[in-house]
């Protein structure tokens, strides 16, 4: 996360207590642009934090953002 904002992307990760409990997708994943930015907005709904960057840093290295493994 230090690495997408360092290039000035903002993260933002959420739990929800109510999807917990219900056993659905209870973590939200959203990386939004910048200034140099602006069409990028990459968000998933994930069982885990683990399960949403493994679908989602592929696509934000797609986009040219650096991930180091």
Known sequence: ???LA???VTVLFQADAERMRCGTKPWTFVASG???RDDLLV???AVSVEAALK???PRLRELGLVIPD
């Open 6 to 8: 360092e290039q000035v």
């Open 55 to 57: 679908v989602r840093f």
């Open 34 to 36: 910048a200034p140099d």
């Open 1 to 3: 996360m230090e690495s």
């Open 43 to 45: 968000r998933t709904d």
